[in-house]
């Protein structure tokens, strides 16, 4: 049976994934400088793949919370 076609994922190969790819492995391990060439690709070490998450967006120091339209402002 398959799946419809609303139920499908738009960027399902973009999502976070928990298992990488030998070769993925292997490039991370370059980028940490913990690789060298003619290693045994058998036995590779253990790679940190941690999920980004989207952080909450900071609040500009000008910006105030504005009152409900129609209320008067406060006066000092």
Do not use: F, Y
């Not at 999502?15 to 060298?36: F, Y």
């Not at 070490?45 to 910006?63: C, D, L, T």
């Amino acid at each position: 049976m398959s799946v419809d076609r609303s139920l499908k994922v738009k960027n399902a190969l973009l999502r976070h994934r928990n298992v990488l790819s030998r070769a993925e492995r292997v490039e991370i391990l370059k980028d940490e400088e913990r690789w060298t060439e003619g290693s045994s690709l058998l036995g590779l070490p253990k790679v940190a793949h941690r999920k980004s998450g989207a952080g909450k967006k900071a609040k500009e120091e000008g910006e105030k919370p504005s009152a409900a339209p129609g209320t008067p402002a406060p006066t000092a």
